[in-house]
Nanobody
Framework: VQLQASGGGLVQAGGSLRLSCAAP????????MGWFRQAPGKEREFVGFVSWTGGSTFYADSVKGRFTISRDNAKTTVYLQMNNLKPEDTAVYYC??????????????????WGQGTEVTVSS
């Protein structure tokens, strides 16, 4: 499964971006999905998770209240709405598909398929 992440870019602090993750020709509608990010010189970190129904979402404390994950299963697309962006949000953002259950959703090693990443840069 090849996931395609898009929507990254350069934005000023306090601004917003919406990232999208799609699987052309494949459905993501029956899978749990996660977003991760990796800043230069840092380890990959969990950003957020959405269950396959969209009924459950979880976020890292650092983005809670600012980021929102949603999904459109008809369009087989998952979104990450990022508001009130901060310079520390600068990173490459990855979407990932979890084949298993909802356990260990913060652990990137539990995800099977990954997108190529989209870069987000937040200027101060």
């Amino acid at each position: 499964v090849q996931l395609q992440a898009s929507g990254g870019g350069l934005v000023q602090a306090g601004g917003s971006l919406r990232l999208s993750c799609a699987a052309p020709g494949r459905t993501v509608s029956s899978r749990h999905m996660g977003w991760f990010r990796q800043a230069p010189g840092k380890e990959r970190e969990f950003v957020g998770f959405v269950s396959w129904t969209g009924g459950s979402t979880f976020y890292a404390d650092s983005v809670k209240g600012r980021f929102t994950i949603s999904r459109d299963n008809a369009k087989t697309t998952v979104y990450l709405q990022m508001n009130n962006l901060k310079p520390e949000d600068t990173a490459v953002y990855y979407c990932a598909m979890k084949v298993g259950g909802m356990y260990s959703y913060t652990d990137w090693a539990q995800y099977t398929y990954w997108g190529q990443g989209t870069e987000v840069t937040v200027s101060s």
